[in-house]
């Protein structure tokens, strides 16, 4: 699936993942390719990311491995519409 992480100051990560595990309002979840779509808001915590990273290409992110990447968020909220995935965060 394609992923978009944005801020009001700029464009976070943007690329193909296999999930993203999120901290939900109501409870962490994970979302994988082809998830129904959802909206949802974000709560302070960590974004993690599965896929193919490397570190020139996902300065923002901190790399696990190269195939784990995190984020921490103070709040936000992601949309999953047509195996595209959207989070804006603060």
């Known amino acids: 699936m394609f992923l978009e992480i944005v801020s009001p100051e700029k464009k976070l990560f943007s690329g193909d993942i296999f999930s993203v595990h999120v901290p939900g309002a ?5 979302i994988l390719n082809n998830h129904a779509p959802i909206v949802s ?31 921490e968020i103070q709040s936000g909220v992601i949309e999953m519409k047509k195996n595209k995935l959207i989070i804006l965060v603060d």
């Open 26 to 30: 109501e409870g962490s979840f994970q």
């Open 41 to 71: 808001t974000l709560i302070k915590g960590e974004i993690r990311l599965k896929g193919n990273f490397e570190k020139k290409s996902s300065e923002n992110l901190t790399i696990q491995n190269e195939k784990e990447a995190f984020l």
